[in-house]
């Protein structure tokens, strides 16, 4: 871990467009159901002090032991999903969405409030959150953005899996996908994140899944919450995409990756200056590599 960490430094000169630290102007709540629990929860978004951080806080739970801060040292579980949990054992789940629209928003502080242990799905994409937060508004706070610059070339391999953070002046991600249905197949995407680049290129891609798995999904208790309202679903032929609107993108699929990826990466706790490059990696490999 060391070896890595001094790899990374934190940098003030960001590349971003803002270069003070940023949070919402009034709070902000929705409610929907979780992906995999399948609960009903509510989640609102508060703005926070400069400093403070993404912190997510179960309301539903007493005690000081609710606060669970959104940083990679927390992750517990990358079953299809980011699962965050702290010391005390209390979760919050799949997160990877709305922390992806936060970084797309270049939202540093953000107090979360959520009444149960996953955030909401709602419709499997980033673009509902992203709505919540230009509702809300975005203030500029009297204290330097920071981020975290990286110096040399961090990689993670996993057999076909790999995860690489590289130089670069400002924040870029590629991913390659393969899959043997034929509905998906290879599939590769580039993107120079800034702002408003997320918006239109990457923020309504949906999650996705495969007919075929969803009763195994369930019954090891993920995908409970899962619908045709929420996700891209594939059938058992591998040919052919189930929902009746199609596809938002027409390479939808890799691009919920990075979507992804976004979101994960974004738990390093700052934004990075760097590029980052995916070849069939999921959460596991991303948060090893902030590792």
């Keep these: 871990m060391n070896q890595i960490v001094s790899h990374l430094r934190p940098d003030t000169k960001s590349s971003s ?42 309301v539903d739970i007493a005690g000081g032991g609710a606060a669970v801060p959104a940083l990679w040292s927390s992750v517990g579980d990358t079953r299809m999903n980011t699962c965050l949990k702290n010391e005390a054992g209390v979760v919050v789940g ?11 928003m270049q939202i540093d502080n953000c107090l979360i409030e959520i009444n149960g242990p996953e955030v909401p799905v ?35 391999k996993d057999g076909e899996r790999m995860a690489s953070l590289t130089p ?17 197949s290879r599939q590769e995407f580039f993107v120079n994140l800034s702002r408003g680049t997320f918006k239109a290129e ?32 594939i059938d058992s032929t591998g040919t052919k995409v189930l929902n009746d609107d199609g596809l938002r993108y027409t390479d939808e699929f890799v691009r919920h990756k990075v979507l992804d ?13 760097g590029h980052y490059h995916g070849v069939r990696a999921g959460h596991a490999v991303t948060n090893q590599l902030l590792r």
């Design 202 to 233: 990457v923020s309504r891609a949906r999650t996705f899944g495969f007919e075929q798995e969803v009763a195994m999904l369930r019954a090891h208790g993920l995908a409970r919450g899962g619908s045709l309202d929420n996700a891209v679903v």
């Design 94 to 104: 799949t997160v990877e969405h709305l922390m992806s629209a936060l970084a797309g």
């Design 261 to 273: 990826a976004v979101g994960d990466l974004y738990l390093a706790g700052a934004p990075l200056l």
């Design 168 to 184: 670069s002046s400002g924040f870029s991600v590629r991913f390659e996908i393969d899959f043997g249905a034929s509905a998906i």
């Design 17 to 58: 467009d803002s270069m003070r630290q940023r949070t919402l102007k009034t709070a902000i709540g929705c409610t929907g159901i979780g992906l995999h629990s399948g609960a009903k929860v509510t989640m609102v978004l508060h703005p926070a002090e400069a400093g403070t951080g993404i912190v997510f806080r179960r």
């Design 122 to 156: 709602m419709d499997g994409s980033a673009a509902p959150f992203l709505f919540l937060i230009e509702c809300a508004g975005v203030v500029e706070q009297d204290a330097p953005r920071q981020a975290i610059r990286i110096l040399k070339r961090v990689v993670i």
